[in-house]
């Protein structure tokens, strides 16, 4: 027979789900609604005799903790100095390892903390293109590895029919994925503008570092990041942009590379309608490789 708490567990935990819950961080919850009173005997205990002579508002200072403004000094940094250490770090990467160790110790954005890995590329870093998209998912973050989930496996089928697969041992017949986040945002949640904005110099210096012959920018926040637009995707697709990096301490020394926007994967599994808009930018895009003799 279900007991009184077990009901209430299961409601909870179902409560959790419909919420976007779908992973927990620790082994036990934590009330964050219960603020644990500060230990007043062991605050007055440890006041030196030095100390007697105290105001009574430092005596109340130690009592409620660190304001607010000090906590936030705290990691993560603020949005200014997260971007420039971002730029700082990617300008000094100089191989894709040294990327990837860059991006695993920046502290300037709080996903990390949640995350349970790094998901830095898959595919062959010689092939001639190379596809951005949003950020990690369950999956990928389980695994370290972008696009390893349902929609991964349909951006694989739609690779394959013009004859790129990630797993080809022929640079040439390659692809090379990454993302414009590292780490998985909790429930899949759209990324924050901060943390694309800080995630840019990264996937910028990637791409600098890969020079890829063609750059495929998958879903809107994706292309609006790279190209610095604020259309919609259903714009931005269907023609050839010319991409450059928008960090400013990047650009020098970069060259334009082609650059296409295409639905992503999980819009067509909702959407599948729209299967043939992603079969045309196929088409472009082995056009491209045709035309500038890549296949
Ligand atoms: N969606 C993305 O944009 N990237 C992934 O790696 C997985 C899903």
């Known amino acids: 027979m ?21 992973e927990a961080l620790g082994d036990m919850s934590v009330d964050r609604t219960k603020i644990t009173p500060p230990n007043v005997t062991s605050i007055l205990h440890n ?21 607010p403004q000090a906590a936030q000094d705290q990691t993560p940094l603020g949005a200014s100095d997260a971007r420039a250490e971002s730029v700082k770090l990617a300008q000094e990467a100089s191989t894709l ?7 695993a110790e920046f502290e300037g954005i709080s996903l990390k903390k949640t995350a349970t890995n790094l998901v ?33 496996q349909l951006l694989d089928k739609i690779f394959k029919c013009i004859g790129l697969d990630r797993a080809e041992e022929d640079p040439a017949k390659s692809i090379y994925i990454s993302n414009i986040l590292n780490w998985r945002p909790p429930g899949n949640r759209t990324p924050a503008p901060g943390e694309v904005e800080a995630s840019l110099p990264f996937i910028e210096r990637h791409i600098q570092l890969v020079q890829p012959k063609v750059l495929v920018f998958c879903g809107g926040v994706s292309a609006k990041a790279l190209l610095g637009r604020t259309d919609g995707i259903s714009r931005m697709r269907k023609l050839w942009h010319g991409y450059l990096p928008q960090t400013p301490e990047l650009k020098s ?28 930018d196929m088409l472009m895009i082995q056009q491209k490789l045709k035309e500038t003799g890549i296949v």
């Open 2 to 22: 279900t007991s009184l708490a077990q009901t209430a567990y299961k409601a909870a935990l179902e409560w959790y789900v419909d919420n976007g819950v779908d």
């Open 47 to 67: 006041l030196k005799p030095e100390k007697e002579g105290s105001s009574t508002s430092s005596v109340m200072q130690e009592l409620r903790g660190p304001s």
């Open 97 to 103: 390892e040294e990327l990837r160790e860059a991006i």
């Open 120 to 152: 830095f590329c898959d595919g062959n870093p010689k092939a001639p293109v190379m596809l951005i998209g949003e950020a990690p998912g369950a999956d990928e973050d389980r695994l370290g590895k972008p696009f390893v989930g349902q929609s991964g």
């Open 253 to 280: 020394g970069s060259e334009i590379i082609p650059a296409i926007a295409t639905y992503h994967p999980a819009y067509l599994l909702r959407t599948p309608s729209q299967k043939k808009a992603v079969w045309a």
